[in-house]
C-alpha cells in the first residue's frame, strides 16, 4: 500500500496538489475527447453527414436511462473520500462492495429497457426521417455496453475518492487504442457505418471495466474488491442513495432537458445536427480543464470535511474555481481563434463547417462561467451538501436554458439555438457563488476560525 500514489488533500499546497491530482484526469479527458472524436472523424470522413447526425443525436437516450445511476456512483465517490479522511477502512471495505452488488441490480435492466425506450425518447427529440435508422442501429448496440460503462465509471470514482487519479488515465489509454483500432477495421475497412463505431466503442469500455477491475483488486487488496456482486449494506446503501439520489435525480432532470434542447436543434435539419456535433467535439477539446478540476474539488472537500479541516476547505473554495475558470477562458480564447482550421479535420462539407464555427464562436468564450460554475457545485456535493447545487442545476436548465432557447428559435433565429448555453452557464455561475452566503457555509466559516 505505500507504494500506491495516492494524493492526501488534507495537508500541503493546495493548488499543487489539486494540479497533481486532476493533471491524469486532465490527460484522461484529453484521451476521452479522443476517443468519442475518432468516431466523428471516422464516420464524418468515410460515412457521411447523416451518420454524423446520427451518432450526434444518440447520446441523448443513453444519458438519460444511465444518469441515475451515474449520481449515485458520484454519491459513491464523495463517501469514499469522507472515509478516506476519516481513515475508516473497514467501512470504505464494505461501501466498495455495496456499490458493486448495487451496479449490476441496475445494469441489467438498463440493457433490457434501452433499446425497447430509445425509439420513444427520439420521436420526442423530433429525430429527422433520414437519420432514424442510423439512431436505432447504434443505439440498439451501445446499450450492450451497459454493464461496462456503469461499471468503470463506478471503479473511476472509488479511485478519485481515494485519491489516486493516475489509474484512470492507464485505462483510458487502452480504451482508446482499442477504439481507434476498431473505428478503423469496422467503419472504414468493413464498411460497417454506425453499427461499427458503436460496436467499437463498447468493446473498448468493456475492456476498460476489466483492467479497473483488475487494477483495484491488484493495488487496494484492504477493499477485497470483487467482480461479480457479493453482499449489501443496507445502512451504507441508504447513504449512497442520500447523496446519490438527489445528484442522480439532478443529471435525469438535466437528461430530459436536454432531450427537449435536442428536439429544437433537431428541427433544424441533419446538417444543422452535423454542424453542432461536430461542434461539440472541439469544445471538448477545450474544456479539458473543467472535469478534472471539478473531480479535484469534490475529492479536495471530501477528504478535508471528513478531516474537519475547515480553514482548509474555506481556502480551497476560492483557488480551485479561479483557477479552472482561467485555464478554461485561456483555452477558449485560442481554440475559438482557431477553430475554422481545426473543423476542417472532421468535415469538407461548407454547410456543416458554417454551423460548426457558429456555434463554436457563440458558445466558447463563455465556457469558463460554466468551469466556475462546475467546480463550485463539485465542491459543495464534496461536502455533502447536495440539495443547494440541485436546486440550481434545475433552475439553470428549466427556468434559463430552456425558455431561453424556445425565445431565440421562435423570435431571433432557430439556427442562433446555442446561444442558450452562455446565457444559462453565466446565471449558474452566480448563482452557486451565492452558496458562500448561506447559514452552513458561514457555519464552515466560523469554524475555520
Not at 472524436?37 to 464524418?44: E, S
Not at 479541516?309 to 473554495?317: E, F, S, T
Request: proline share 3%; charged share 10%.
Amino acid at each position: 500500500m505505500n507504494r500506491i500514489r495516492k494524493i492526501d488533500m488534507t495537508s500541503g499546497s493546495i493548488m499543487r496538489l489539486v494540479v497533481l491530482f486532476a493533471l491524469p484526469i486532465c490527460a484522461g479527458n484529453i484521451l476521452q475527447q479522443l476517443y468519442n472524436t475518432v468516431d466523428t472523424l471516422v464516420i464524418g470522413n468515410f460515412c457521411g453527414t447523416v451518420s454524423l447526425a446520427a451518432v450526434g443525436t444518440s447520446s441523448q437516450p443513453v444519458e438519460l436511462l444511465l444518469c441515475i445511476f451515474l449520481g449515485l456512483g458520484s454519491g459513491v465517490s464523495i463517501l469514499v473520500s469522507q472515509y478516506i479522511g476519516k481513515g475508516n477502512w473497514d467501512t470504505l471495505k464494505e461501501m466498495v462492495s455495496t456499490a458493486t452488488a448495487f451496479l449490476y441490480l441496475c445494469a441489467i435492466p438498463i440493457t433490457i429497457l434501452g433499446p425497447l425506450v430509445s425509439p420513444f425518447i427520439l420521436k420526442i427529440m423530433q429525430v429527422p426521417d433520414d437519420a432514424w435508422g442510423y439512431c436505432i442501429s447504434y443505439l440498439g448496440i451501445i446499450f450492450l455496453g451497459t454493464l461496462g460503462n456503469m461499471g468503470y465509471n463506478l471503479n473511476a470514482g472509488i479511485l478519485r475518492g481515494m485519491g489516486d487519479s493516475q489509474a484512470s488515465l492507464l485505462f483510458l489509454v487502452i480504451a482508446c487504442g482499442v477504439n481507434i483500432i476498431l473505428d478503423l477495421l469496422f467503419v472504414a475497412w468493413l464498411k460497417l457505418d454506425v453499427a461499427g463505431a458503436a460496436a467499437a466503442t463498447i468493446m473498448a469500455i468493456y475492456i476498460s471495466w476489466v483492467c479497473s477491475i483488475w487494477y483495484i483488486k491488484k493495488k487496494y487488496p484492504k477493499l477485497s474488491f470483487t467482480f461479480f456482486p457479493r453482499r449489501i449494506n443496507k445502512r451504507l446503501l441508504a447513504d449512497i442513495i442520500r447523496i446519490g439520489l438527489p445528484l442522480g435525480l439532478n443529471n435525469s432532470i438535466y437528461s430530459v432537458g436536454h432531450i427537449f434542447l435536442q428536439a429544437f436543434i433537431n428541427m433544424q435539419g441533419s446538417i444543422f445536427i452535423a454542424g453542432c456535433s461536430v461542434a461539440s467535439r472541439v469544445m471538448s477539446i477545450a474544456n479539458v480543464a473543467i472535469t478534472s478540476f471539478s473531480s479535484a474539488a469534490a475529492t479536495f472537500s471530501g477528504q478535508n470535511i471528513g478531516a474537519q479541516n475547515y480553514h482548509r476547505l474555506k481556502k480551497g473554495a476560492r483557488q480551485i474555481p479561479f483557477y479552472s475558470g482561467l485555464i478554461t477562458a485561456t483555452a477558449g480564447i485560442v481554440l475559438t481563434i482557431f477553430c475554422p482550421f481545426v473543423l476542417q479535420f472532421f468535415t469538407k462539407d461548407a454547410q456543416t463547417l458554417s454551423i460548426a464555427v457558429r456555434y463554436i464562436r457563440v458558445v466558447l468564450p463563455f465556457t469558463w462561467t460554466y468551469a466556475v460554475f462546475n467546480c463550485i457545485i463539485n465542491f459543495v456535493n464534496g461536502i455533502g451538501e447536495v440539495k443547494y447545487p440541485t436546486v440550481v442545476n434545475i433552475l439553470m436548465l428549466w427556468a434559463v436554458r430552456i425558455p431561453s432557447a424556445y425565445l431565440i428559435a421562435q423570435i431571433i433565429d432557430g439556427t442562433y439555438i446555442m446561444a442558450c448555453y452562455p446565457i444559462s452557464f453565466i446565471f449558474g455561475m452566480f448563482a452557486m457563488l451565492a452558496y458562500f452566503h448561506t447559514k452552513k457555509w458561514k457555519e464552515i466559516r466560523q469554524l475555520a476560525g
